[in-house]
């Protein structure tokens, strides 16, 4: 069945890109995703190519793996699979603390994309109408008409908010749907409020970095404790083609700090000052060669800062509804801080908030989900959460 109701979708991260292929694939199929992504959507799941000594490298440089525990989420990890787009992760990841490793016992299946975390959102774009490069700045909602104006593009049935932080909140804020502003609301911090009625965001460097010899380090991932790193990961070993032959020692790193250090460093992050840019890779550094207990660090052939300023939610929606949707607006909001902050978060909320509108539409649901805004804290490590379920070894079906 093909509808003629519109539907626009305004983020091209996971949860935008799952709920716009849900909806097509309940026959919604008017839909478009606006994403302000230059080369590439996906948001926090992308990952970054670079040409070092004239070899292509390839650095994950936000979500790093992701594991399955939701059904409705392993159906997309088996479709992912089946399209040759994601794989186990092999290499021992685990925990460093105050130098000795451990590996995650807990952990019983690591996701991963097969040439990086990009290659997912890539896949979940192809059967959808993206606009990339698109930054939706002005929303309004046309009461008489009962649609949504974005931007120049024209008129919509029903709008999704599938990003947070500040853009959210500023898109919002004068757009005519008051209780979904008030969910989209932020406060920037290290350590959750839980007396604050706001969305609670953390920032994280992140340093890619380099180094033309191998650390010979015995593990690929590892969540750092006592340390302003939380996290560092091997993307050479990690995204290796093991049937190729390796003809390369260099190994490229991604070091995630601690948010404690990403609130003392914090700066504007499309316009990092140089200085700041030097300070963090060298303190970033020095952390590394300090939990790694190595006694120094080969020199560097490539480093790159970059700051997530809105990183990871702290804090979930009490009620744990999957969506928010406010059904007197036609607007609904799907994201990783309604349920879980991590990829399969992101994803079953935005396949809920499909549902949602297609019984919306079709007359079989018309309420409004809980629209108070009231917030638990999140499970999870600094970099997200890693759900995992002892009795679920997930298979990705043929
Ligand atoms: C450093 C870091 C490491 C992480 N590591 C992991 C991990 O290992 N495993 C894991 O499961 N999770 C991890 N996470 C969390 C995971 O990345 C997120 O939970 C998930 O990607 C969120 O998806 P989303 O679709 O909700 O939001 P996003 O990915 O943030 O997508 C929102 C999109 O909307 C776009 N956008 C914003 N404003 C506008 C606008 N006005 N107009 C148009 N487009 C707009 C943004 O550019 C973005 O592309 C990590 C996050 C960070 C920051």
């Not at 451990?102 to 979940?124: H, N, R, W, Y």
């Not at 935005?350 to 509108?357: F, S």
Request: charged fraction near 20%.
């Amino acid at each position: 069945m093909s509808s003629g109701t519109s539907v626009a979708v305004i983020g091209g991260g996971i949860a935008g890109l799952v709920c716009a292929n849900r909806l097509s694939q309940l026959g919604i199929n008017n839909t478009m995703v606006f994403d302000t992504g230059k080369h590439a959507p996906g948001g926090r799941c992308s990952s970054r190519q670079v040409m070092i000594e004239g070899r292509a490298c390839v650095f994950d440089h936000s979500a790093q793996y992701f594991t399955v525990t939701d059904s409705r989420f392993a159906k997309i990890v088996s479709y992912l699979h089946r399209k040759g787009v994601v794989k186990t992760w092999c290499g021992k990841i685990g925990h460093l603390k105050t130098g000795k490793f451990s590996e995650d016992k807990t952990l019983t299946q690591a996701f991963i994309g097969v040439s990086g975390m990009k290659d997912i959102p890539q896949c979940l774009a192809e059967s959808v109408n993206l606009k990339q490069s698109t930054w939706a700045g002005n929303i309004s909602w046309e009461s008489e008409l009962r649609k949504w104006r974005v931007d120049r593009h024209g008129y919509f049935d029903y709008l999704v908010i599938a990003h947070n932080g500040k853009c959210a909140d500023k898109l919002m804020s004068n757009a005519g749907a008051p209780q979904i502003h008030k969910l989209t609301q932020v406060r920037f911090c290290q350590q959750p409020d839980m007396k604050d009625k706001r969305m609670q965001l953390c920032s994280i460097w992140a340093l890619l970095v380099s180094f033309s010899t191998s650390l010979k380090l015995p593990y690929e991932g590892v969540h750092v404790e006592d340390a302003d790193i939380s996290w560092m990961a091997n993307n050479t070993a990690k995204l290796r083609d093991t049937s190729r032959p390796q003809t390369s020692t260099n190994e490229c790193w991604t070091i995630f700090s601690t948010r404690q250090f990403g609130s003392r460093n914090k700066c504007p992050q499309e316009n990092i000052p140089p200085k700041v840019e030097r300070e963090v890779t060298s303190l970033l550094l020095q952390a590394v060669k300090r939990v790694t207990g190595l006694s120094e660090l080969p020199v560097p052939n490539y480093t790159r800062v970059q700051l997530w300023g809105a990183a990871v939610p702290m804090n979930v929606l009490k009620t744990r509804e999957e969506c928010v949707f406010d059904s007197q607006h036609n607007v609904g909001i799907c994201g990783d801080w309604l349920t879980s902050p991590c990829i399969q978060g992101a994803a079953v909320s935005g396949l809920a908030l499909a549902e949602k509108i297609n019984k919306h539409y079709t007359g079989s649901d018309r309420s409004s989900t809980t629209l108070i805004p009231e917030f638990v804290m999140a499970d999870g490590e600094t970099i997200g959460a890693f759900p995992t379920d002892p009795n679920m070894i997930f298979k990705p079906s043929k």
